[in-house]
């Protein structure tokens, strides 16, 4: 115990750091926790896969472009589903959970790559950055990339400066997992293979163990691909076809991706003039320490550059989750430039103020500190009880409006509770609708969607309200 204390004692901020970051990821999280149709979607396929119904061999299909991501994430996240026993609020709490975690991992890993100074600032930014909370406080694939892309360098670092195998092979994994949370991970791949060039000769037979590693780990989802006459491959690649800022205006794309990343880090808009600086300063910076050969620092300004660059090639929205691979490294950069800073009395007044101006930009958006929770998994689940309490026949679906697959937050709740519907856009005929209106919405019957146009209704045998949700059971 006395170990514990001196421990704690020794370490007292990252402590407080760790637990202010626990709290902003945990808070009332069960009231502002999200559950829209794909969480309600992976709450199904995990319930099946633990239920031993349907194990997986794909992830979930991405929302542009039609990308089907591996299934490394449903197999991850799913004791958490067992443990909350078949509650959807497990997934959120393991996603918050490692969310949590990662303030440590990523203060352990910067302080063995760099110093304690440089790790309690990159801890420090973890732990009250708003967009890393939002990503941990609901279950969703992409959320996790931020931990699992750090882990990924982390290894191949590792790798690279040592010959130990099991390095090489957590590296292939990882890099994996990340490719199989979100396709934007494949940002980091430049970077890799620029800093891997240099010593593959020399290395070559351990580089083999990264390759095997990245091919068992996914290897469902290359079957998947092989079957499917590389419908992925070919998809993923249009994708960046269609939308590659090459055919615009590249710089522009470039600036326009980092001061949409400043946005989500900082929660302001920083001028074109200031992101310009910035990005200037990053790149001297880059040089200067390649000219002094502090290779972590280089590695790290280098991979955040060039992911920065894969990531402007596609020129659509960038949504948050979008930017989950490049959050730690841009953090670890910022970390390293204001640890320079700690050498003088004011220079340290700078950085506090830095620090404080951090939080209170932030801090604007701890919704979940201010005001009443969304409560959607309660909605869902009172929905999901008046459709149970209503169903007179055995065949009956449930659609929703005006998105069709957002139905699946309700098709959870009735599964689990032994009355589940006819599967999404099955052909077998059904003999009852629920429709659930979760908009406004045009008149029910006649209305043009495929689910409802398939069951033809002609007559509303019932309506109810849940929290300005309205609910149509339709017959024939």
């Not at 194990?55 to 449903?74: H, K, N």
């Not at 970077?191 to 351990?206: E, N, Q, V």
């Not at 402007?312 to 948050?320: M, N, R």
């Not at 689940?381 to 937050?409: C, H, M, W």
Request: include cysteine; aromatic fraction near 20%.
């Amino acid at each position: 115990m006395r170990r514990i204390l001196n421990i704690v004692a020794k370490n007292w901020l990252l402590v407080l750091m760790f637990f202010c970051g626990i709290f902003l990821r945990f808070y009332r999280f069960s009231d502002f926790a999200t559950f829209l149709g794909d969480q309600g979607r992976d709450a199904i396929i995990i319930k099946r896969m633990l239920t031993f119904e349907h194990l997986p061999a794909i992830g979930a299909p991405t929302s542009v472009g039609q990308v089907y991501l591996g299934p490394f994430y449903y197999y991850f996240i799913a004791p958490w589903l067992l443990l909350f026993k078949f509650n959807p609020l497990g997934l959120t709490f393991g996603v918050a959970l490692f969310s949590s975690l990662f303030i440590l991992i990523n203060y352990f890993i910067v302080k063995e790559l760099f110093d304690k100074k440089v790790a309690l600032i990159a801890a420090f930014l973890t732990s009250f950055s708003y967009v890393l909370i939002d990503l941990s406080r609901f279950s969703w694939n992409p959320n996790l990339l931020p931990l699992f892309s750090l882990l990924t360098i982390y290894f191949f670092i590792k790798a690279l400066k040592t010959k130990k195998k099991l390095f090489y092979l957590l590296f292939g994994a990882f890099l994996s997992f990340s490719f199989q949370l979100h396709y934007l991970a494949l940002a980091l791949f430049l970077p890799i293979i620029i800093l891997a060039l240099p010593k593959l000769i020399s290395k070559f037979p351990y580089s083999l163990i990264s390759l095997f590693s990245f091919i068992f780990f996914s290897f469902p989802l290359i079957i998947f691909d092989l079957r499917h006459q590389f419908l992925n491959s070919k998809n993923l690649i249009s994708l960046f076809k269609t939308s590659s800022s090459i055919k615009t205006n590249l710089l522009k794309n470039i600036l326009d991706t980092f001061s949409t990343l400043n946005r989500y880090l900082f929660n302001t808009n920083f001028s074109n003039l200031i992101n310009i600086i910035l990005l200037i300063a990053i790149i001297i910076f880059l040089f200067t320490y390649l000219k002094r050969k502090k290779d972590q620092i280089f590695n790290f300004q280098l991979i955040f550059l060039l992911s920065l660059f894969v990531l402007s090639l596609y020129s659509g929205e960038k949504h948050p989750h979008y930017l989950a691979v490049l959050y730690p490294f841009y953090i670890i950069v910022i970390s390293v430039f204001l640890s320079t800073l700690l050498n003088s009395f004011w220079e340290k007044i700078l950085v506090i103020i830095f620090l404080i101006t951090f939080v209170i930009l932030n801090f604007q958006k701890y919704n979940f500190l201010f005001y009443q929770g969304s409560n959607q998994l309660k909605t869902a689940q009172e929905v999901a009880r008046t459709i149970f309490d209503n169903v007179k026949k055995k065949g009956f679906t449930v659609t929703a409006l005006p998105e069709k697959y957002s139905d699946s937050t309700y098709r959870y709740f009735l599964e689990i509770w032994k009355k589940r519907p006819i599967e999404k856009d099955s052909l077998e005929k059904a003999e009852e609708l629920f429709v659930v209106c979760e908009k406004n919405c045009q008149p029910v019957i006649g209305n043009p969607q495929w689910d409802i146009a398939y069951f033809a209704p002609t007559k509303i045998e019932g309506e109810w309200n849940i929290n300005s949700i309205r609910i149509y059971k339709l017959t024939k």
